[in-house]
């Protein structure tokens, strides 16, 4: 079965410090990865996917990630964090069995002090 | 271009009540899913609706039930409700049920069961 671990519950970074947000997966096949951002009380919005290809994706807000397979993991990152960046974050896979469901991870949230 | 909504934003129901839960799909869309989150957790896939017609389902009870419209728009209906129903009810749209296209998040429905 698909899984998604996010092992950090909770980061705190100071803002203009550099983050990294671990995510490891679980899937039989070639995954479809998936960030999303959550901020209190608001829906998920994508920050970036991979598909195929470069293993490297840049997304909004300045964000990246990184896909290796080798280490089944997707990590998350940002050079230089702004305090807006506060929120939680989830990784999550993306099967393609029936139904197209996002298998997503626990959750990290990211505080940032100033 | 409308983005997701879902109505209502709260809600407030006893054990054992009925509620529906209702979403309207981004603008071209066919593709409804649905997602429980509970607190402290990632969503979980409920089920997903394509052409009005339930595409895939996850570890939910039969209690758990939905229906798409000829609009594309979606209900969650959940019976005989438990007090582990208390969760945050996210509605995600899409293009084509089947790929690993970009859903879209709606802001949710925050259900307290008490």
């Known amino acids: 079965a698909q899984s998604v671990t996010q092992p950090d519950i909770h980061i705190t970074v100071s803002e203009g410090a550099s983050l990294e947000l671990r995510c490891n997966y679980s899937?039989?096949?070639?995954?479809?990865l998936f960030w999303y951002v959550q901020s209190p009380g608001q829906g998920l919005q994508l920050l970036l996917k991979?598909?195929?290809?470069?293993?490297l994706v840049q997304g909004i807000k300045g964000f990246e990630a990184e896909f290796k397979r080798s280490q089944s993991s997707f990590n998350l990152r940002k050079p230089s964090v702004h305090w807006s960046d506060a929120a939680e974050y989830f990784c999550?896979?993306?099967?393609?069995?029936?139904?197209?469901?996002?298998?997503f991870g626990a959750g990290t949230i990211l505080r940032v002090k100033s | 271009e409308t983005g997701v909504t879902q109505s209502p934003t709260h809600l407030i129901k006893t054990r054992g009540q009925q509620v529906t839960l209702r979403c309207s799909s981004q603008?071209?869309?066919?593709?409804v899913s649905w997602y429980q989150q509970a607190l402290g957790q990632g969503p979980q896939f409920i089920f997903q609706?394509?052409?009005?017609?339930?595409?895939g389902r996850g570890n939910f009870p039969p209690r758990f039930s939905g229906l798409q419209f000829p609009n594309y728009s979606s209900e969650l209906n959940v019976n005989a409700l438990e007090l582990d129903d208390s969760a945050l009810y996210l509605c995600?749209?899409?293009?084509?049920?089947?790929?690993?296209?970009?859903?879209?998040f709606g802001p949710g429905t925050r259900l307290t069961v008490l």
């Open positions: 999550a896979v993306g099967t393609m069995e029936y139904g197209n469901k996002l298998v």
């Open positions: 995600a749209s899409s293009f084509v049920a089947g790929k690993n296209n970009e859903q879209f």
């Open positions: 603008s071209g869309h066919n593709t």
């Open positions: 991979y598909f195929s290809g470069d293993t």
């Open positions: 609706y394509y052409r009005e017609e339930e595409n």
């Open positions: 899937y039989g096949a070639t995954p479809y």
